[in-house]
């Protein structure tokens, strides 16, 4: 309430945003309102598609090295599970960088419109927030970098994920050859097992090195790259 809070929202000397808000001579509230559900409609959609590649993943996944485990097979078959995970975790980042753009248009209008409708004695948390949201929809463009965004799926899930197929990787190593001595056991059909595990090492290496964000702005978590981590809420 007005009195209850010590401020009126119609209060001309209020912030120009919140007496928009509440003028019934606008047509902004209205407006507001339909924009959001729409952003916020898109957002959910794209969700569920990071949503269905991160599940897809998982399942393809699993039923690779469940059959890896059903007889005698490979280890081969495992690794290329492992491919298979990498080629899923492209796809997903590139998704993310869609999702980010709807992402980061809803929390603008919260943080900037919704919140300061609220309260105006707090102010807004970006000045510009009009233009660049302006700008945004003339030119809707990712504000996070592929790199960015396969780096923030990386950490969120493929890598425990891919961690997962290692240690399956090596207990069928150890299952499958108990009297091979590791790295022998590691061979592959004109491979020697040392290159082969060299191979996987390089690879996880890589992978902890994609998975540093270059920046706070590319973590896709926090900062101005995603104006917050509507995420973390959807987990």
């Known amino acids: 309430m007005a009195g209850d809070s010590g401020f009126d929202p119609e209060d001309p000397e209020q912030a120009e945003i919140g007496r928009e808000m509440v003028d019934q001579s606008t047509g902004l509230g209205s407006v507001a309102a339909h924009l959001y559900r729409g952003e916020v409609e898109r957002t959910v959609a794209w969700r569920d598609r990071l949503d269905t590649t ?7 996944m699993s039923a690779i090295v469940a059959y890896a485990f059903s007889g005698e097979v490979s280890h081969a078959v495992i690794l290329a599970g492992l491919m298979m995970g990498t080629v899923f975790l492209f796809i ?47 030119d809707p463009t990712p504000n996070i970098s592929y790199r960015g965004a396969f780096s923030h799926r990386l950490r969120r899930v493929y890598l425990p994920l891919m961690t997962a197929i290692l240690l399956g990787w090596l207990a069928h190593l150890w299952a499958f050859q108990p009297d091979t001595t590791f790295p022998q056991s590691a061979s592959l059909p004109g491979i ?9 090492a390089v690879y996880y290496v890589t992978l902890l090195v994609l998975a540093v964000p270059l920046s ?5 978590e926090s900062g101005e790259a995603d104006h917050g981590d509507l995420e973390s809420d959807q987990h």
Do not use: C
């Open 216 to 220: 706070s702005k590319e973590r896709g």
């Open 92 to 138: 997903e980042a590139r998704r993310f960088r869609e999702y980010d753009i709807w992402r980061s248009r809803v929390r603008m209008l919260q943080e900037n419109l919704f919140a300061n409708a609220l309260d105006p004695s707090a102010g807004i948390e970006h000045d510009a927030w009009r233009a660049e949201l302006s700008r945004d929809y003339r």
């Open 192 to 200: 020697d097992g040392v290159y082969v595990v060299a191979a996987v």
């Open 54 to 60: 991160t599940n897809w993943a998982v399942t393809v």
